[in-house]
Nanobody
Framework: QLQLVQSGGGSVLPGGSLRLSCSAS????????VGWFRQAPGKERAGILC????????YIGKSVKGRFTVTRDNAKNTVYLQMNSLKLEDTADYYC?????????????????WGQGSQVAVSE
């Protein structure tokens, strides 16, 4: 079974950058769609972007478009979430997830494997 381990995160000033890593074991992450979700305090978990291995597309949500990017390093079996120009409202717990999706990013329930989460705090 695919297992995901996250690293990165932390505290940063507005306008700063952070990178999260999502490393897989027990399978090839390149065979899966990888989505990134976040859950802000008092809010529900929401998807922000994904990279779909089947349609070859990367889908980026409006709230992070132009600031967040996702890259795969298949040699390391890892996906990275690069977060630039961070805003106060980006403060949340971030989760990577892997699933089998034909196209798009789908919904959280379509992802079978989840990372443990990474805290990102943007504050002045």
């Amino acid at each position: 079974q695919l297992q995901l381990v996250q690293s990165g995160g932390g505290s940063v000033l507005p306008g700063g950058s952070l990178r999260l890593s999502c490393s897989a074991s027990g399978g090839n992450l390149g065979d899966y769609t990888v989505g990134w979700f976040r859950q802000a305090p008092g809010k529900e978990r929401a998807g922000i972007l994904c990279t779909n291995n089947n349609d070859g597309q990367t889908y980026i949500g409006k709230s992070v478009k132009g600031r967040f990017t996702v890259t795969r390093d298949n040699a390391k079996n890892t996906v990275y979430l690069q977060m630039n120009s961070l805003k106060l409202e980006d403060t949340a717990d971030y989760y990577c997830a892997a699933g089998t999706l034909l196209y798009g990013c789908g919904s959280a329930h379509e992802y079978a494997s989840w990372g443990q989460g990474s805290q990102v705090a943007v504050s002045e």
